[in-house]
């Protein structure tokens, strides 16, 4: 007895049953809605339904994103829009940022095959999300800040020009089969490769963006009200890399708490300074 075919109409509901560990893509900045409907069809084809959107330059839903997006119009109906990159990412353990150009900043550089693996092995307990950049310019340096790995896609060198929703298709693809392998399934039969893989060993749960967002925007206060870096031009550059270090770190939640113990023990001082002050104050 054959079951019955699935309808495209139930696709995203059995996406988010079956694939409830599959990352975001968070698209920033799209300019074009024939690609962010491109890309939602990309993205549906491979399990793949939670789609994000980040100061979109363009409608998502109208008249061209539905026609490209090609039945997936319902992963464009569910997408969130958000204020920032900061934002997007806040609740998510893992953040991978796609780029196809070298970048003048220290960064774990991975591939999508290699990247998928990771998201794959890391699942359930940690979210993942992949951010791309807008068509003409790619992310920005402040947007790669908030990413532990940054994913290049090979392609030949003479000859590098991926569409949009073609550089989401080809890092859905790879998830899927990475996901396929992970359950035994069968149904991707990829490689997969695990190389590149990064997990927070030892049961702890990665912490999310929001509390790294948190620890970053704290130490840079401090660091400002320490004048650690007084001259304007350099100060952005500087909490850049900063920021960019502490996300490539991967650190878990209790190692964030950690480091939120440090800054308030450096900010409050030594206890044998606080006590003579207050002696001092007392009249003692």
Known sequence: MHSAPVKKSDAVR???????????????RPTLSEN???????????????????????????EAAVRRAAGAEEVLRGAQRFASVAKAVADLSSVYATTARARDMTSVVTTPRSAAAA???????????????????????????????????PTFEA??????????????????????ASKGSGEGGGEGGAEGVMVVRGG?????????????NRLETALD????????????????????????????????GILHGVITSLTRGPKSARKGTKKGKNGG
């Open 159 to 180: 000859f590098s020009s991926l569409n949009l929703s073609q550089a989401v298709n080809l890092f859905s693809y790879e998830w899927w089969q990475a996901h396929a």
């Open 225 to 256: 009200e320490n004048e650690f870096q007084p001259v304007p031009q350099h100060r952005e550059s500087v909490y850049l890399q900063l920021r960019g270090m502490l996300s490539r770190v991967q650190m878990s939640q209790a190692e964030a």
């Open 204 to 216: 702890q749960q990665l912490a999310e963006q929001g509390v790294l967002d948190a620890l970053c």
């Open 36 to 62: 962010v409907g491109a890309c939602a069809r990309a993205m549906l084809n491979f399990g793949l339904a939670e789609l994000r959107l980040v100061e979109p330059r363009c409608d998502p839903l109208d």
């Open 119 to 153: 998201i794959a092995a890391a699942a359930p307990s940690d979210r993942a999300g992949v951010l791309y950049g807008p068509e003409a310019s790619g992310l920005s340096n402040a947007d790669l800040a908030h990413a532990a790995a940054l994913i290049q896609i």
């Open 14 to 28: 059995l996406a988010r049953k079956q694939c409830a560990s599959a990352p975001v893509i968070v698209l920033v």
